[in-house]
């Protein structure tokens, strides 16, 4: 069998190279993913033209159909966000707005586009939101179509109003890493019961 791909779509709203706490706790999902055999990639989305709109293609200049594909060819799709005044980023939100035009978009079979997929979200900040988040998140895909596996959500919060971030840390925090271990894991079971056995059509 073909062996499972996972993209992260990263969030953050720092452009590249600068480091990110969303970049690294995506990256940490992706290493969890990877030691159950799935190839991964990764793309900070602050980096690419993504115009405001809900089409699958906003016009000339418009860089969301590449990363789209990336989501389209991937197996698993991890969405890592950065917390700002409790709400995820605005990239985070134009993401999920690009991806409402695939609401209306079918396979051969007639299916939803996105169906036999796999979604994480994966949350970083030192201020409340993070549940709040990936629950909007995940529903959010879970409308376009996206399979939602036990536990999908990791999340670090820091001590409120202070200036520590996930990046700073010395070590990931024991909960934090068995959370998203177990992310990743569940993801990957449920990715390749999806890959064996497809959702059929209406």
């Not at 299916?111 to 036999?116: C, F, G, T, V, W």
Request: charged share 20%; net charge negative; with cysteine.
């Amino acid at each position: 069998m073909t062996e499972l791909s996972a993209v992260a779509l990263v969030c953050t709203l720092t452009p590249s190279p600068t480091p990110s706490s969303s970049e690294l706790m995506g990256r940490h999902v992706l290493e969890q993913l990877e030691k159950h055999g799935v190839s991964t990639s990764s793309v900070r989305v602050v980096d690419h033209d993504v115009k405001p709109g809900v089409q699958v293609d906003m016009g000339p200049g418009d860089e969301w159909p590449a990363l789209r594909q990336r989501v389209l060819d991937a197996d698993i799709l991890v969405l890592s966000t950065p917390v700002w005044m409790g709400h995820p980023s605005s990239i985070a939100q134009r993401v999920i707005e690009r991806l409402d035009a695939d609401l209306a978009e079918t396979d051969e079979q007639g299916r939803p586009i996105m169906y036999d997929k796999t979604a994480i979200v994966a949350v970083v900040g030192n201020e409340d939101g993070a549940h709040k988040i990936i629950a909007d998140m995940l529903q959010a895909l879970n409308d376009v179509g996206f399979s939602i596996p036990a536990q999908a959500g990791t999340y670090w919060v820091g001590e409120a109003m202070q200036s520590v971030d996930y990046q700073d840390l010395d070590e990931v925090p024991e909960p934090v890493a068995s959370t998203t271990a177990g992310a990743a894991r569940n993801a990957v079971h449920l990715a390749r019961l999806l890959r064996a056995e497809p959702y059929p059509a209406g």
